[in-house]
């Protein structure tokens, strides 16, 4: 994704569901999106690498249904882990339960393994959300921790699964 797809980012993040295990369900501003995470998006986003957002649309009707999240773990802190990719995702409440993100996340995950230079992948959630968590278990991922994640944007108790590829 790009600074072009700012109204696919706007339109995603207005539904308070999808947004319940991101930020406690607060919708983002067109102005947050412009300003915060358009930069931010376009500070890891490295395409030769797989960094960035991948854009999911349905095949078969091209519409968007959601994004994968591809950065360096702890990215925005002093000290990045360029070996340990952390994955997420993000999706339309209309896309749930039909094991897309799964899909979409698998494919991912396969193409960041080939393409080798890392030797993990770690996905976060909060801890009741167990959609996303059981796609992490799909993803063969094992549970590492609870702990803080330290963002610029705010710090968070989230659990932490792993995988060592």
Same mark, same amino acid.
């Given at each position: 994704?790009?600074?072009?797809?700012?109204?696919?980012?706007?339109?995603?993040?207005?539904?308070?569901?999808?947004?319940?295990?991101?930020?406690?369900?607060?919708?983002?501003?067109?102005?947050?999106?412009?300003?915060?995470?358009?930069?931010?998006?376009?500070?890891?986003?490295?395409?030769?690498?797989?960094?960035?957002?991948?854009?999911?649309?349905?095949?078969?009707?091209? #519409?968007?249904? +959601?994004? &994968?999240?591809?950065?360096?773990?702890?990215? %925005?802190? =002093?000290?990045?882990?360029?070996? $340990?990719?952390?994955?997420?995702?993000?999706?339309?409440?209309?896309?749930?339960?039909?094991?897309?993100?799964?899909?979409?996340?698998?494919?991912?995950?396969?193409?960041? #393994?080939?393409? +080798?230079? &890392?030797?993990?992948?770690?996905?976060?959630? %909060?801890? =009741?959300?167990?959609?996303?968590? $059981?796609?992490?278990?799909?993803?063969?991922?094992?549970?590492?921790?609870?702990?803080?994640?330290?963002?610029?944007?705010?710090?968070?108790?989230?659990?932490?699964?792993?995988?060592?590829?």
């Amino acid at each position: 994704m790009s600074a072009k797809d700012a109204e696919l980012m706007f339109q995603l993040d207005q539904d308070i569901e999808v947004m319940r295990y991101i930020n406690g369900g607060k919708m983002t501003t067109r102005k947050e999106i412009n300003e915060v995470y358009i930069p931010r998006m376009e500070s890891y986003t490295n395409s030769q690498k797989g960094w960035g957002l991948w854009k999911v649309m349905l095949q078969e009707s091209d #519409i968007f249904i +959601g994004s &994968i999240l591809v950065r360096p773990m702890g990215f %925005f802190n =002093e000290s990045p882990d360029y070996q $340990n990719l952390e994955i997420g995702w993000r999706f339309s409440r209309n896309s749930w339960g039909y094991g897309y993100a799964t899909e979409a996340a698998t494919q991912v995950v396969r193409a960041l #393994i080939e393409q +080798g230079g &890392i030797n993990k992948l770690t996905a976060l959630a %909060f801890e =009741e959300n167990t959609a996303s968590i $059981n796609i992490m278990l799909k993803l063969g991922m094992q549970y590492l921790k609870k702990d803080i994640h330290k963002d610029p944007l705010g710090d968070e108790e989230v659990v932490f699964y792993q995988l060592e590829v």
